[in-house]
């Protein structure tokens, strides 16, 4: 934890489950697929609107760079038993702005976060939310403001309508570090999962924070550093 990075990194990319929030996924995933079917149960049977989403989302997962993930999710989505995007998207930007928040019992406040965030503004390195881009932008901002960090100005937070990848396909920290006009040596993911610190193949650094959803494996890139979020401030 003695080598500074002042000088050579110049963007830190965050995700944001288990790195910046505490989160039960096995009660949230379950949960916020029951309340978002719900929204619709009038239209589409739950069971058959949950198949289809999944069936979304995995195309999503495999995208391959020419379109958005949001178009690649609502072409393979919509429609769905006979409804058209425009009828259902009404609901789900309900459900989002009225329902979305009950699902916050499932996360908890990690103390030293909003320290680590604002301490590296500080610094002024440019900041990126890197978390998975599968849901929308709005979500994803309510869920930084349970982290206690949402009122920040993030050079960027990819989101469902932003990216044309999720993690762990290297073409999405390649779209982030094109965005951000920086080399991957010019950046630092800081991460809990494979699938944060495989960007280390690019050449970024990658700092890994162990908590309870940590999955390395064997195929893993050994991370550049190890450690507790609050340690992060030891080498930037």
Not at 35 to 48: D, Q, T
Not at 102 to 118: D, F, G, M, S
Not at 163 to 189: R, V
Request: hydrophobic residues 40%; proline residues 5%.
């Amino acid at each position: 934890m003695n080598l500074k990075l002042k000088d050579k990194i110049k963007a830190v990319l965050f995700d944001l489950d288990g790195t910046l929030i505490g989160i039960n996924l096995q009660a949230f995933i379950p949960d916020y697929l029951k309340l978002l079917s719900a929204s619709v149960s009038h239209l589409i049977p739950p069971r058959k609107f949950i198949s289809k989403l999944l069936k979304a989302s995995e195309m999503v997962n495999n995208n391959d760079g020419r379109d958005t993930n949001e178009n690649v999710y609502a072409k393979a989505f919509f429609p769905i038993e006979g409804y058209s995007r425009e009828e259902i998207e009404p609901f789900f930007d309900r459900f989002y702005k009225n329902d979305f928040k009950k699902l916050k019992k499932h996360t908890t406040v990690i103390p030293e976060a909003r320290e680590v965030v604002q301490t590296v503004f500080s610094k002024e390195y440019d900041v990126v939310i890197a978390t998975t881009p599968v849901i929308p932008l709005t979500a994803i901002q309510q869920r930084l403001e349970w982290a206690e960090v949402g009122d920040i100005n993030y050079k960027l937070i990819t989101s469902i309508e932003n990216t044309y990848a999720t993690k762990p396909n290297l073409l999405y920290f390649t779209n982030i570090f094109k965005f951000l006009g920086y080399s991957a040596e010019e950046c630092i993911m800081i991460g809990d999962e494979h699938k944060d610190m495989v960007c280390k193949e690019l050449g970024a650094k990658t700092f890994f924070i162990e908590g309870n959803n940590s999955d390395l494996n064997s195929e893993t890139p050994n991370p550049t550093y190890r450690g507790k979020l609050i340690d992060l401030l030891n080498i930037l």
